[in-house]
């Protein structure tokens, strides 16, 4: 066989003791070889959009959310309608996230700086998604700008979707 053969048996049985293999100990001198790997399932893709669509579904154009003044949230409503229907299927199949898409600074339009996808695009379009980053176009305007996915999970901020936020 070739020389990698030989150093895998001599890594399995580096435990100080020689070789197992005559022993029955498979372990290769380790006390457990169970990786750490949760057994909470995950949601399929399918799930994730289901929800964020009922969530999205759930906005009333009448009612802002967060304080956010009536013009801004019905561009809000807008950008979630468009991102549902247009990558919706596609953000969830790509990993996204509620918050990526949906997210919202808990407390609502007071001194906020930064939001998810859907904040940042305030009336713009989405061009493209991939499974790091979407890039969207600002409104009347031919400046481009990207947001990359996961970014928000980084800051010590709190983020809502934009259907949790308190009227």
Request: aromatic share 10%.
């Amino acid at each position: 066989m070739g020389r990698w053969i030989d150093l895998a048996n001599s890594l399995g049985s580096d435990n100080g003791g020689g070789d197992n293999r005559d022993s029955g100990d498979n372990s290769g001198g380790r006390a457990n070889n169970v990786p750490n790997v949760s057994n909470v399932p995950t949601a399929s893709s399918r799930d994730l959009f289901a929800g964020w669509d009922v969530g999205v579904a759930s906005l009333d154009p009448a009612c802002p959310l967060g304080g956010y003044a009536p013009d801004r949230w019905a561009r809000i409503i807008n950008d979630c309608d468009r991102v549902i229907a247009d990558f919706g299927q596609s953000a969830a199949a790509l990993g996204w996230s509620a918050i990526d898409l949906f997210g919202f600074p808990l407390g609502g339009a007071a001194g906020v700086s930064l939001g998810g996808l859907v904040w940042r695009m305030d009336g713009g379009r989405l061009i493209a998604m991939d499974e790091n980053s979407a890039t969207y176009r600002w409104p009347f305007s031919d400046r481009m700008s990207r947001f990359a996915r996961g970014y928000l999970a980084q800051l010590g901020a709190r983020f809502v979707p934009v259907w949790q936020l308190e009227e």
